[in-house]
């Protein structure tokens, strides 16, 4: 079965500072997908960013960028100038590419943003 | 566009009661899933529908759970004899079936067994 970690159940960071979050996981799939899931407190999920696991380049949204290493099996994400509507809990999450592609979620990481 | 819809947004019951939630997925979308989320963790899959065919439950999914898609359209999710481990958030997403589409999720329904 496949896992995903989410080492920092906290961070905070400057507003207009960059922060990154950190992503592992476990799988012995060649094709899946890879998810950055937001959600603000008591809205529902909202989806950040998603990631091939085929494509070698990072997927990139606006503020928005994750550094992907397939080998490494890290999936991190980079917020560059970070806003103070940013802060929320922060999911990653894996997809296989076959069956029911149910999304397996790591623990969070709650984001604070410092005025 | 209307987004997923869940009803009610909360749900405060007595343990033992029965208690069933709704949800409308977005018109075009054909795979209906479910999630539950307890405080302070991340969302684990429950269930998950193509159209109207069921096609496969977690074992977090005990028989006192039951989700039906009778037409392919809504879904419905009942707890029967709730305990208070049922407390939870629980969280209804859609998708299309073609490629990396990404899951949509409603703002969810929150259990309280009292």
């Known amino acids: 079965a496949q896992t995903v970690t989410q080492s920092q159940p906290e961070m905070s960071v400057q507003e207009a500072e960059t922060v990154t979050l950190s992503c592992t996981y476990d799988t012995s799939e060649s094709d899946y997908y890879l998810f950055w899931y937001k959600q603000p407190p008591s809205r529902q999920m909202i989806l950040v960013i998603r990631q091939e696991a085929y494509k070698q380049q990072n997927a990139t949204e606006n503020r928005f960028s994750v550094n992907f290493q397939k080998a490494a099996k890290s999936f991190s994400l980079k917020i560059s100038d970070s806003q103070l509507g940013d802060a929320a809990m922060y999911f990653c999450a894996y997809r296989s590419a076959e069956g029911a592609q149910k999304l397996v979620f790591g623990q969070g990481t709650r984001l604070t943003i410092n005025p | 566009d209307t987004g997923v819809s869940q009803n009610p947004r909360h749900k405060i019951t007595k343990r033992g009661q029965n208690v069933t939630f709704r949800c409308d997925p977005i018109s075009e979308h054909n795979r209906l899933y479910w999630y539950r989320q307890t405080l302070g963790q991340g969302p684990e899959f429950l269930t998950y529908?193509?159209?109207?065919?069921?096609?496969?439950k977690s074992r977090l999914l005990s028989d006192r759970f039951s989700a039906e898609r009778p037409k392919g359209s809504f879904s419905t999710l009942e707890i029967q004899r709730t305990e208070q481990g049922d407390s939870a958030m629980y969280l209804c997403a859609s998708s299309l079936t073609t490629g990396n589409q990404p899951q949509h999720f409603g703002d969810g329904t929150r259990l309280s067994i009292l």
């Open positions: 529908f193509q159209n109207e065919a069921q096609l496969e």
